[in-house]
Structure formats: C-alpha cells, structure tokens
C-alpha cells in the first residue's frame, strides 16, 4: 500500500473541503446553463498551478449554446516524463435546478457534521473535487511517471451533454490514441463500480382528429380519445410484456433490472391557458393529441424491436378503430452500454477500492445513461467506468449533501488508480 499517497490526501482534507465549496457557490443551474465560463475558468486557474495545459472549448452551434449562455467546457492535460498511458477524469459541471424543500442554502456549500450542503454536492461537484485532489497528490508524491494525467469539466450532462462530451468527442477528445481510461466521478457510491447504462429511445406519439363543435362532437373525431385507445393497448399487452424482459446487466435499483417504459407527457386539446388567466375553455373536439414516451431498454434486447412494439401497439389499435390515423417520431436514442469486467480500468479501480476499503467493489449498471453514452458511441473508447463519491439517491433532491469521508476515500482509490496506471515500474512510495 503506498502510504505515503494515502497519507498525501488525508492532509489535503481541508483543501477538498475548500474546493468542493468553491464549485457549489458558483451556481451552474442547467437549464439555462448559468456561470459556465465563470466555473471553467475556477478549475483552469486551479489546475495550471500543477503543471496542468488548458484547453477551453465552447460548443459553437450545440444544443442550448448562445451568447447569453455559451456552452464552454475546460479540458487540462498534465503530461508525464514519458510515452505511457493517459487516464481522463471527466465530470459534468452543470447542476439542475433547485426545486423546493431545501432547509439549507443550495449555493452556500455548507459544512454541517462532516457532510458539505447544497445543490451540485452529490451529483458532482463532490466527485471532481475528489479527482482533482486525487491528481494533485498523485503529483506532489511522484516525481516521474509515465503518460498523462486529463481533467475535463464539461457541460449539459443534465440535459443530455451535447453541448458537452458529445462534442469534445466529436472533435477527437476520447479518441483512443489520446486517451486509454476514462473515470466518470458521478455519485454511485465509494464502494461501486459502474460499469454502463440501459438504452433509452424517446419518441412522440401524435393521434389526430377532427375539430368540431362540443356540443356536437359526432361531427368531429376525438383525438384524446384515440390516444386513450393507445393508452388502453399499452396497458392490456406492453406493459405486461416489459415486465416479463429481464436483464443480465447488474442494474440497481433492483427494480431497473427489467425493460421500463415512462409516459413522460400527454397533452390533447386546447393549449393550458397562461397562470391568472379567469375565462373558461372554448367547446372543441380536439384534433390533436400527443404523448411522449421514454422508454429503456436493455442491452440483451435491439433498437428494431423496441420500435416495432410500438409500431405494434399503433398497428393494433388501427385494427380496432377505423378512423384511427397517428404519427410517430423519435426524440432521442441511446443504445446500451455496458464496459467489460476484465477491462484495465476496472481491473484497476477494483484493487484500489480494495486496498482503500478493505472489500471487492460492486459491480453496477446506471438505470439511466450519462456521458458513458458519448465515449462509448463517439469517442469508440469503452474502457470506461462511473466511479465517485455521494449516494445516487440524493442527486437531484433538496439539502443534498456528499460526505467529506466519502471524498476523502474515493479520492484515495483514484490516487492509488493513477499509481498504478500511470507508474509501470511500480515505485515504491513509502
Ligand atoms: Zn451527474
């Protein structure tokens, strides 16, 4: 056991503290995508001090990137003393909104009995404050080491990373020949390896109708009322049927452990009337209604199929109604993804969790995607783990919190990772 790494950051505890603190009190709220610029420049600023080059990109033309709110991300890369291997921390610096419920300031980054409050803590300011602190005592105790150590804080993870990793993949950043491991510190535990993601297509479902007088809906055709008939087919025969998928993929919860489907919004008829507004609704037939679905999907099952239930549900319901007529679009689609057990990176970070630990890891697979998707898609990079501090459960939720131990340890784990990454000839240090 290196000691002298481990020791390296315990005596860094209140330099994590201070830094997690920093990054919480500069709100990045997405959307819209606040302090993008501010936040990129904090951690470019910080890194140049340990011999960090910075790169600062702006998603032009992305999804959500404008003047008002520019899309930047900062990309550090510290080079070793020769050729090896590079090993890239990547965490999404945006945060979603606050919401209600918070008995604490969500941009204060209050200190409360070992546990730093506020919006971003958790999910994942808490886990590239960790990174940071594991690169910057890797350095302190090692002199000379071989390949390169990267440090990306990207945005728009939160709504779906385009502006983002998608991006810097596309312009060759997770390319291979520069990067070999990638550390995603998003909150799934100290103990816990995540090793993907399910699949998620998105699409919208349109029926329409005819509209008409109220009083006399006979003269029209009721769109809401097509889509019921969707509503009911998907009840009787697809709902059953996902429940019946299950999945190898170790997906937690438990409960994600099967084909899911969400209906994520339906709307027909005359458009909701702005807040204060006193009259009554007009009498229509409504000629429209639409209903967006997400659907996840496993890696044992294929994109074609999971269109073609639909397809089938729609078919059906054809079959029954004769003035039945829809459309269909896709919104979004992520395949599934899942990182080998035998690949370096978890080989790697699973004897360090060990070491810090004193237990095997466990092996998990997110229910939901995150910028995995881009590395593994783009980048064609798959030696690729989610790994950091903080409890999923509290992402997204008012007084989220991470715990400074949890830090402290996880920071440890990425340092030893690093160490034996990044050190071939094994130095001894202690
Ligand atoms: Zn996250």
Redesign the pocket.
Known sequence: MPDKLIAEIENRRDALIALTQDLVRIPTQNPPGDNYLEICEYLANRLKKSGFQIEMVRAHGAPGDSDTYPRWNVVARREGNSLGECVHFNS?IDVVEVGRGWTTDPFGGALIDGKIYGRGTC??KGGLAASIIAAEAFLAVTPTFSGAIEISGTAD??SGGFGGVAYLAEKGFFSPSRVQHVIIP??LNKDQICLGHRGVWWAEIETHGEIAHGSMPFLGDCAVRHMGAVMHEMERSLFPALAQKRTEMPVVPEGARQSTMNINSIHGGEPVQPEGYTGLPSPCVPDSCKMVIDRRFLIEENIDDVQQEIHQVLQTVQSQRPDFRYDIREIQRVLPTMTDKSAPVVQTVAQAIGQVLGRDPRYVVSPGS?DQKHIDRIGQLSNCIAYGPGILDL?HKPDEYVAVDDMIDSAKVMALALHQLLCPTAQTLD
Do not use: G, K, S, V
């Open positions: 999404h999910d994942m993870e939160e998003e909150p995150f992402a």
